[in-house]
């Protein structure tokens, strides 16, 4: 795979479209059932059960002039037989306006919000609700359509219906037609995926190394593949990185008794980086001080690095390490709200699992890992789940 990859005319870093757009949505969850029976008959059978629904979508915008993301998760969930269900959900979503056509500086607002269905200090706890606003420089660009289209090409020709991997104008157009999946679903309604296959498959035609005049079932599968079936790509591809420097402040915290602290100085990055097709590494970096008696002494936020392989067309590989910060506390005043201090400990997660693209959009995730909480306790956890792609 890595020599294919070298002989193509074109990389994951050639991507860098003045519009681009996708969206995805996935559900997964897990159930769990036991029972005990005691050997002493006249002691009744214990039963236990959980069960968690997990629901993400995602969507972004680019152009040269702005750019916009959206990230929502939620979740319902039973921790025990016979508990109220619980739910709760994170919101985070933001815009960027760029001064010039290009990946220089740009100005930027965030909003972010979450809840989770709990009660506290007697009270019914309630959304949160962050914002952010300052500025920045650099940018971040999904080149997932362009991998795909390399995968298509790779196919193709491996296939024999092309002669050699197309030139790279070809790849960047057909990069461009799968990036406009939305747009195509809008115009074409049912028939939108075959007429994403028919476009590309004009390109191919076009491209001077087909070995056919016109596509043959086998091609226009193996095109279908990529894009909608059992070559789906699961994990993301992006490269680049921007970094950005301004104000927080928590307009709304989780209960009506804790007060909203002080603003907060922040500095946030992000750097991606692809190795050929199948390797993906990213970075994060979230740090922050209050602009109070505490600036400069208190540091919150958290670091990671992630990586991601896609070891066939169904198999792929994830890993990943965070540290985060968070601000120690010296106890507990008069309503049972912790006190904070000016420091913080460290919470550090490694965690590593596999996805396996199953049928029809349905994917097994299957994850283990190690969390060391500051001065507190070791946990390892294990984590099976049934995903659902819905788009």
Same mark, same amino acid.
């Given at each position: 795979m890595t020599s294919a990859v070298q002989a193509q005319n074109v990389k994951i870093t050639d991507f860098d479209l003045p519009v681009s757009s996708a969206r995805k949505f996935l559900i997964d969850g897990f159930y769990n059932w036991a029972q005990t029976t005691p050997e002493d008959t006249s002691q009744s059978k214990n039963l236990s059960s959980s069960w968690r629904l997990n629901g993400l979508y995602t969507q972004f915008y680019s152009s040269p002039s702005y750019a916009w993301n959206l990230n929502l998760n939620g979740a319902l969930s039973q921790t025990a037989r016979g508990d109220t269900t619980r739910y709760e959900y994170n919101l985070a979503t933001d815009l960027s306006k760029y001064f010039t056509d290009s990946h220089g500086f740009f100005g930027n607002g965030e909003l972010r919000s979450n809840y989770q269905r709990?009660?506290?200090?007697?009270?019914?706890?309630?959304?949160?609700?962050e914002i952010f606003g300052g500025l920045g420089y650099g940018r971040?660009?999904?080149?997932?359509?362009?991998?795909?289209?390399?995968?298509?090409?790779?196919?193709?020709?491996?296939g024999g219906i092309t002669?050699?991997?197309?030139?790279?104008?070809?790849?960047?157009?057909?990069?461009?037609? =799968? @990036?406009?999946?939305?747009?195509?679903?809008?115009?074409?309604?049912?028939?939108?995926?075959?007429?994403?296959?028919?476009?590309?498959?004009?390109?191919?035609?076009?491209s001077g190394v087909s070995n056919f005049n016109n596509m043959s079932a086998l091609g226009f599968m193996r095109i279908r593949d990529v894009l909608y079936g059992n070559n789906q790509f699961i994990n993301e591809r992006a490269w680049g990185g921007d970094i950005r420097l301004g104000v927080a402040y928590e307009l709304l915290t989780r209960n009506e008794l804790i007060k909203s602290p002080s603003p907060t100085l922040d500095i946030r990055g992000r750097y991606a980086y692809p190795i050929g097709i199948n390797h993906q590494i990213r970075t994060l970096l979230n740090v922050r001080s209050p602009l109070d008696s505490n600036f400069a002494k208190l540091f919150t936020g958290n670091l990671g690095i992630f990586y991601s392989?896609?070891?066939?067309?169904? =198999?792929s590989f994830n890993a990943g390490y965070t540290a985060t910060l968070n601000q120690l506390f010296s106890g507990l005043d008069t309503l049972g709200i912790p006190i904070g201090t000016d420091k913080s400990g460290a919470d550090?997660?490694?965690?590593? +699992?596999?996805?396996?693209?199953?049928?029809?959009?349905?994917?097994?995730?299957?994850? +283990?890992?190690?969390?060391? =909480?500051?001065?507190?306790? @070791?946990r390892f956890f294990t984590n099976a789940s049934i995903g659902f792609i819905i788009f």
């Open positions: 709990k009660r506290e200090f007697g009270k019914d706890n309630r959304p949160t609700i971040q660009v999904n080149a997932t359509s362009l991998a795909k289209a390399i995968r298509i090409d790779e196919d193709l020709r491996k002669n050699k991997f197309m030139p790279k104008s070809t790849m960047l157009a057909i990069a461009q037609i =799968i @990036d406009r999946e939305a747009e195509y679903r809008d115009k074409y309604k049912a028939i939108y995926e075959s007429k994403i296959i028919e476009d590309i498959t004009q390109e191919v035609l076009n392989y896609n070891f066939t067309n169904r =198999i550090h997660t490694v965690s590593a +699992g596999f996805n396996f693209y199953i049928e029809n959009y349905i994917t097994l995730n299957l994850t +283990g890992g190690y969390t060391r =909480i500051y001065r507190t306790e @070791d």
